[in-house]
């Protein structure tokens, strides 16, 4: 079983990110941060990607992985001069809290319902 391991929001990588993950034959493209699953109801990724280099063709072949899988970072994405980038990590991480205190909640509810 996987281990658990909580991304600290200050370390995600920016979208355009090019990764090699752990035991993967293709590089991959990071095009969105901290992704609930489809598949895994109540799972969040720290990231969700398209092979690299075709990018998106069909949402099928989109994969989900957290920091710890990464293998090997081969191209940093693009991080803004303007702070954008740092706001919106700000926001991320207040919203992620928020959201996991709700499924705190809601799991006290049905455990207590």
Known sequence: MKENVKME????????TVVKLKGGKQPVMI???MQNS???????????????????MDSHLHIAFDHQDIEEVIFRGYEDLENIR???LKVL?????LIDKKKEIELEEKDNG
């Not at 929001?9 to 355009?16: A, F, R, S, V, Y």
């Not at 489809?38 to 998106?56: A, F, K, L, Q, T």
């Not at 991480?93 to 809290?97: G, Q």
């Open 38 to 56: 489809p598949s895994e109801p109540g799972v969040r990724h720290d990231y969700i990607s398209v092979p690299y280099p075709e990018g998106h």
């Open 93 to 97: 991480e207040v919203a992620i809290k």
């Open 31 to 33: 095009f969105g941060v």
């Open 86 to 88: 740092d706001e919106f």
């Open 9 to 16: 929001i200050k370390n995600i990588l920016p979208i355009g």
